[in-house]
């Protein structure tokens, strides 16, 4: 299971969208979107860090 914290904006709108034991953040104008942002965010985290460090 995999724990993403979603963080609303009050000032601008929208959501930021990340991993707690990584530096992946998504951001988007809906949770949805902000976590299909998240999701790309983390595979070019793995594909540049590998797995081992996700």
Known sequence: MIHVELIADP?????????PDIP?????ETEA???ADLKEA???YV???????A
């Open 33 to 35: 979107e902000a976590i």
């Open 11 to 19: 000032d601008l709108g929208g959501f930021t969208a990340r991993l």
């Open 24 to 28: 992946a953040y998504g951001e988007g």
């Open 47 to 53: 594909e540049t860090f590998g797995l081992e460090d």
């Open 42 to 44: 983390r595979q070019g």
